[in-house]
């Protein structure tokens, strides 16, 4: 079995880790789609490109060797269907592979999937729409109450960025 953990690693951190380690504790066989590939560079939302974000989960997890690069999309089908393709080229199918992520509530959006209109909800239950295995886990906080989050991390960064900036 295959294990799918889609992410944009904008960095890797502990939320990402504890979904990742699942996949290895169920046996799964790891595969990291990393999101934004296409993305440049820029320190509010995109501070690492996809080769820096894929050496990041290698320096902690070097037996993974699959990863997808997925660039974003404008139309939540032609991502889908763009994955979906990538998927079918390394032999995964709805019948060896489950898909693992958390539900952020600032990743659910409205969006348009085969003529259906859906509202504020999360990319990975397309999948669970369309027959694939899915396994949600819950989210992590961190002591202050706050959800472990690459977002959280960049804003944190970029207010020390700032700091430094106006010395």
């Known amino acids: 079995m295959y294990g799918i953990m889609i992410g944009r690693f904008q960095p890797l951190h502990l939320g990402h880790c504890h979904i990742i380690n699942q996949i290895i504790k169920t046996g799964h066989n790891p595969v990291i789609v990393i999101g934004s590939a296409n993305k440049e560079r820029d320190l509010a939302k995109n501070p ?41 080229l390394m032999g995964l199918n709805k019948k060896n592979t489950v898909i693992h992520y958390s539900r952020k509530p600032i990743d ?3 969006f348009i999937f085969e003529k259906i209109k859906y509202k504020d909800t999360h990319y990975c239950d397309v999948f669970e729409y369309q027959g694939w295995k899915t396994f949600q886990y819950d989210l992590l906080y961190d002591k202050n109450g706050r959800i472990i989050s690459a977002s959280n991390i960049r804003k944190n960064n970029m207010k020390k960025y700032s700091i430094l900036s106006e010395n």
């Open 48 to 88: 690492y490109n996809y080769t820096t974000r894929k050496e990041m989960v290698n320096a902690i997890y070097p037996k993974i060797t699959q990863f997808i690069p997925m660039n974003d999309c404008n139309s939540m089908e032609k991502w889908y269907n763009s994955l979906i393709n990538k998927m079918k």
């Open 108 to 110: 659910c959006q409205d």
